[in-house]
């Protein structure tokens, strides 16, 4: 069946770094755009970070620009987000999102999947 596990999530402090995986399973993880979402208690799931399924292009919610990077390795079936600078404000519940994808489609259409989320919380 289809499974995202997410890792690497945590305790850091102000100006630290953190690097969250996605391990993928039981679909074609070359054909799927893949996400990062973050949820905080009271608010919307936002999107963090996206990367299409061959890697070729990246987008990025602007609080996070030039802090975060997505990359993905379609060997390992596995997402990546490096974090650096990390702020209070990034604490939130990390998601991984899979979202079928093509040429007409890059960022992805149709079903999708989700992770559990891992914790990450940024203080002092």
């Known amino acids: 069946q289809v499974q995202l596990v997410e890792s690497g999530g945590g305790l850091v402090q102000p100006g630290g770094s953190l690097r969250l995986s996605c391990a993928a399973s039981?679909?074609?993880?070359?054909?799927?755009?893949m996400s990062w979402y973050r949820q905080t208690p009271g608010k919307e799931r936002e999107l963090v970070a996206a990367?299409?399924?061959?890697?070729?292009?990246?987008k990025y919610t602007y609080s996070v620009k030039d802090r975060f990077t997505i990359s993905r390795d379609n060997a390992k079936n596995t997402v990546y987000l490096q974090m650096n600078s990390l702020k209070p404000e990034d604490t939130a519940v990390y998601y991984c999102?899979?979202?079928?994808?093509?040429?007409?489609?890059?960022w992805g259409y149709g079903y999708d999947y989700w992770g559990q989320g891992t914790q990450v919380t940024v203080s002092s």
């Open positions: 990367i299409t399924s061959a890697g070729e292009k990246t």
């Open positions: 039981g679909f074609t993880f070359g054909t799927y755009a």
């Open positions: 999102n899979a979202w079928f994808s093509d040429d007409d489609h890059p």
